[in-house]
């Protein structure tokens, strides 16, 4: 059963664009989500979170949008750069205070074109 | 000092070998974590401590044995393993604090591969 899922595995956008990425999810207790980007033989690395008290949270260029009604979440990238290009993974957690599980999504891999 | 460090990097063990990772932070996270990852998969939670102290065991065979000697380490001792068990394996740590939210920082992982 598949919690949180990323239907797109892959993306592909022109440098200086927008990347969009989504996740959706099933579980209704998930209280805090998240966004890890993973270059290949590396450790998944923090992008950005949100938690379920609200619906925007906007760090430089990544911004990350909550729909509680829908169980949506989605990143922005704004402008796109070559270094972005990445396997990024969404997260989630039932409280987010730590010493929980994280369950992830299967993960998109975005494609900076130049 | 906001990194995770994992050793070794890579390891090759047969069946029957005995073998240890070993994980280390010093950002005073006191929840620490080993996660297993597949290829083309998400990572999956395996075990989870707290102030030192087991909290969460992922219904994880008992081939696999974790460790927290101090609060700043973490290891993981692997014994009689499958081939089935070559996965990246992956450390991360967090803060724990009931007031408010806490994202978990993840190593670079070791990649195990069991003949």
């Given at each position: 059963d598949q919690q949180v899922k990323q239907n797109s595995p892959s993306l592909s956008v022109q440098e200086g664009r927008i990347s969009i990425l989504n996740c959706d999810y099933t579980n209704s207790m998930f209280d805090y989500f998240l966004w890890y980007k993973k270059y290949p033989a590396e450790g998944p690395t923090f992008l950005i979170s949100i938690s379920s008290i609200k619906d925007k949270n906007e760090d430089g260029r990544f911004t990350v949008f909550l729909n509680k009604s829908a169980k949506h979440l989605s990143l922005h990238i704004v402008p796109s750069q070559p270094g972005d290009s990445a396997v990024y993974f969404c997260a989630a957690s039932e409280r987010g205070f730590g010493n929980e599980k994280l369950t992830f999504g299967t993960g998109t891999r975005l494609t900076i074109i130049p | 000092d906001t990194e995770v460090t994992q050793t070794p990097k890579h390891l090759v063990m047969g069946m029957t070998n005995k073998k240890s990772l070993k994980c280390e932070q010093h950002m005073g996270h006191r929840a620490m974590y080993w996660y297993k990852q597949k290829a083309k998969k998400p990572p999956e939670l395996m075990f989870v401590y707290s102030y030192e102290k087991l909290s969460i065991n992922e219904s994880v065979p008992s081939r696999f044995s974790p460790e927290c000697p101090n609060s700043s380490l973490l290891n993981l001792h692997l014994h009689a393993?499958?081939?089935?068990?070559?996965a990246l394996y992956l450390c991360a740590s967090s803060r724990v604090d009931g007031s408010s939210y806490n994202e978990q920082f993840f190593g670079p992982g070791t990649r195990l591969t069991v003949l």
């Open positions: - | 393993l499958q081939p089935e068990d070559s």
